[in-house]
């Protein structure tokens, strides 16, 4: 089939060459037809009908006119034919008995521009075209470009024989019908096939052979009909009519396959085949064949069929360029500034219709005044009704704002590199025509690496890293690409984070709309990736102090301030979860064994309840002892030494040794942060502890006193004591490497005195 494609594309290539020069020589030597003339009942040869918008229409040659001369000949003979005048160069004819001199319009002149002069050169464009389109395709060999060269080639062909047709040349008659019938099957060929190698069908094939059959009938119509004179109006209808249907569903087709397939990535290529088919279809449908059919002239056929070479230039755009306009982007703005444009539009006219006078002084001052203040207004009371109605605008596909506002709300959740980059790919994926985003760092000396290297399709942006040291500038460069784009996202260190999005096809430009909406992600991105960095740093940095055991004092306060916030967290979940659901357990249960007791019910079951209730009992105290352990609340209440005395009162209890503590010589007006106290009821809590697991004392002495800018917690107990020299082996030795690490956090001073049989004495001094 491509090879049938490819000779047959070259036979009209050529054949469409021959055929050009053959309308050159009409053109050039000024040989002018289009009027139909018949001998009149005294002899006379006058013309009975002027097509509009011909030769003849243009040079002046009008109905009822009575033909003098002919080419200087009175008695033209070869210049009749047919009843058509052809091969004509001048007339003279008598018009209400004044005699006039007629000549054909000249080659270079404004009549002839868009008969023969933009028609040419729009064919020799088209022939170009097609020869990079062929040039293109040698390595894949794609059947849509042959198509599309058919496609440039009828359509050129039809623009240049309508000129051709106009003058009454038979060959452009019939070419122009063909061309015209063809040139939507044709196009609707081309879509099927390049969206077909794309992996998408709009249409069944067979669709594609019933629009075909349309313009072989008209031509097997005209061929038959052509030596008769009767059904040539008729068939100017039905070939009018034929493009009229076939370009109406072409649009229909066109625009049904964009709203079935809108979720597709090839929506946007739909979308902008409809809109170029509207464009270049509706002026010729509306302005000329539906005004034809009601015998109304008021543009010339070949301005707007002109419209209809917006098809090709854009087919070879997408076939040949790597971007396409978005549409949603421009028909949003069309809409917008077309619905803005009716009211000064018809206030314009109607004022220009009342004010015009053609004697008026200062008329164009007049009228420039009024038009620059109507426009004032409009365009005033436009922000009024933008900013009070919240006028939604431009294309609401993607709302921009709502998506940065989501974005920032969830990096600021994010604790890691990883996360912020997974939101930044999210995002942009979820808004824009991608499908793929890498994340990689180009480090100082031009190495590339991937963030991410779990994504299957990595190696896709390695074709684009010539690409990444044009973006090394400033954070929210962007730099597009045929698939896709890049954009800087950060930097850290010399090095450069930067994100590459990519589709399976060419991707539409970006709006404006969409550049700031991705510079200000990117912005969002490299403070976010900033503050990550650095908490990454400090965290690797403090791994490094806690293997080397050189952690700082600020490092454990702040360490201590966390592991305090999770134990009143996890206090209060405690209380207000389990604790609370074990006493409404309990209660039901003292009610359940009330029950029980007034039934007289088996001693067994009251047993176990009885023994239930115990234990539920038991289970509290302990839930509400591990609270108080967990976050003390007498402590956040009453003060320090309070909640020390209740700490000792607590232990006492359970403790085969008898406790003494002295706060008496502590100031209790004393400031001391709430950390601080914390952390020394911390120490004391851990001191008698330990006491109780493994002292086995009898006595033990607890004192928190001050001196003058000093506070000093003494411990001192009677029990086994332990080897000093073995301190880091004992099992103590966990209790008191915690106090450590307190006393540390609070810039003080720990001793320790201990021997076996000796019991044991530490003393803490902490400067205020």
Request: aromatic share 12%.
């Amino acid at each position: 089939m491509r090879k049938f494609y490819s000779k047959l594309t070259v036979i009209l290539v050529i054949l469409s060459f021959i055929y050009v020069i053959y309308i050159s020589y009409i053109n050039v030597f000024n040989i002018f037809v289009g009027a139909a003339v018949k001998e009149n009942s005294q002899g006379q040869l006058e013309v009975v009908d002027v097509d509009n918008f011909t030769d003849s229409y243009l040079a002046g040659v009008r109905k009822g006119d009575i033909i003098l001369e002919v080419n200087g000949n009175k008695k033209p003979v070869e210049e009749v034919k047919r009843g058509f005048l052809a091969n004509v160069k001048s007339l003279v004819v008598d018009r209400h008995g004044d005699k006039i001199d007629l000549e054909n319009v000249r080659l270079l002149s404004q009549a002839n521009l868009f008969i023969y002069l933009i028609p040419v050169i729009l064919y020799s464009i088209c022939l170009f075209c097609i020869f990079m389109i062929l040039k293109m395709n040698k390595a894949n060999q794609k059947e849509s470009a042959y198509i599309l060269a058919l496609f440039l080639l009828a359509v050129s062909i039809g623009y240049v024989s309508s000129g051709g047709s106009g003058k009454g040349e038979a060959i452009s008659r019939i070419l122009v019908i063909v061309t015209m019938n063809i040139v939507p099957p044709l196009y609707m060929h081309f879509m099927y096939q390049y969206l077909k190698e794309l992996g998408t069908e709009i249409i069944r094939r067979r669709v594609l052979f019933y629009l075909y059959l349309v313009p072989v009938t008209n031509v097997l119509l005209v061929l038959f009909y052509k030596n008769k004179a009767g059904p040539v109006d008729l068939l100017a209808y039905v070939n009018l009519l034929s493009f009229f249907v076939l370009a109406f569903l072409s649009i229909i087709i066109t625009i049904r396959a964009a709203k079935k397939l809108k979720d597709n990535e090839v929506s946007n290529v739909l979308r902008a085949f409809a809109l170029i088919l509207i464009s270049a279809f509706s002026p010729f449908m509306l302005f000329f064949i539906i005004p034809y059919f009601f015998g109304i002239y008021f543009i010339s056929p070949y301005v707007v069929a002109s419209f209809v070479l917006l098809i090709p230039f854009f087919l070879v755009y997408q076939f040949m360029s790597n971007k396409l306009y978005n549409v949603d982007f421009f028909m949003g703005r069309i809409k917008y500034y077309g619905f803005l444009a009716i009211t000064p539009t018809i206030l314009v006219v109607v004022l220009f219709d009342f004010i015009q006078k053609p004697n008026a002084n200062f008329y164009t001052v007049k009228f420039t005044i009024i038009t620059y203040i109507l426009m004032l207004t409009v365009f005033y009371f436009k922000e009024i009704i933008d900013f009070r109605f919240r006028l939604k605008r431009f294309s609401e596909k993607h709302n921009y704002q709502d998506s940065v506002f989501k974005f920032t709300q969830l990096i600021r959740e994010a604790s890691s590199l990883h996360q912020v980059l997974y939101h930044l790919k999210y995002t942009i994926l979820e808004v824009l025509v991608v499908n793929k985003a890498f994340v990689l760092e180009v480090k100082a000396d031009g190495q590339i690496v991937e963030i991410d290297e779990s994504i299957e399709e990595s190696q896709l942006w390695k074709e684009y890293v010539d690409q990444f040291q044009d973006i090394l500038g400033e954070v929210g460069k962007i730099i597009g690409l045929d698939k896709g784009f890049m954009m800087k996202i950060g930097e850290r260190g010399g090095h450069s984070f930067v994100i590459c999005c990519l589709s399976n096809l060419r991707t539409p430009k970006l709006t404006r709309d969409e550049i700031s909406w991705l510079k200000t992600l990117a912005f969002y991105t490299s403070v976010s990736l900033e503050n990550v960095v650095k908490i990454e740093e400090l965290m690797e940095h403090l791994e490094d102090l806690k293997q080397r055991e050189a952690n700082p004092a600020w490092l454990k306060k702040v360490m201590f301030a966390m592991e305090e916030k999770q134990r009143s967290d996890l206090a209060r979940d405690l209380h207000d979860s389990v604790l609370q659901d074990l006493i409404s357990l309990k209660r039901q249960s003292e009610m359940f064994l009330t029950n029980f007791q007034n039934n007289q019910c088996p001693t067994s079951i009251e047993n176990s309840l009885i023994s239930w209730n115990e234990q539920m009992s038991k289970v509290i105290q302990t839930t509400r002892e591990t609270c108080h352990e967990l976050r003390p609340q007498l402590l956040y209440d009453l003060g320090l030494v309070k909640a020390i005395s209740k700490l000792t009162s607590q232990i006492q209890e359970e403790a085969p040794f008898h406790i003494r503590l002295n706060t008496t010589r502590f100031d209790k007006e004393l400031d001391i942060d709430i950390d601080s106290q914390l952390n020394i009821y911390r120490i004391v809590q851990e001191l008698l502890s330990n006491a109780l697991k493994h002292s086995k004392a009898s006595q033990v002495l607890v004192m928190l006193i001050c001196i003058k800018d000093q506070v000093v917690l003494h411990y001192e107990d009677d029990g086994v004591g332990f080897d000093a020299s073995q301190l880091d082996q004992h099992t103590m030795s966990m209790g008191l490497s915690g106090i450590r690490e307190r006393v540390k956090a609070l810039n003080g001073k720990l001793q320790i005195h201990t021997a076996p049989e000796k019991g044991l004495k530490v003393k803490i001094e902490m400067e205020l």
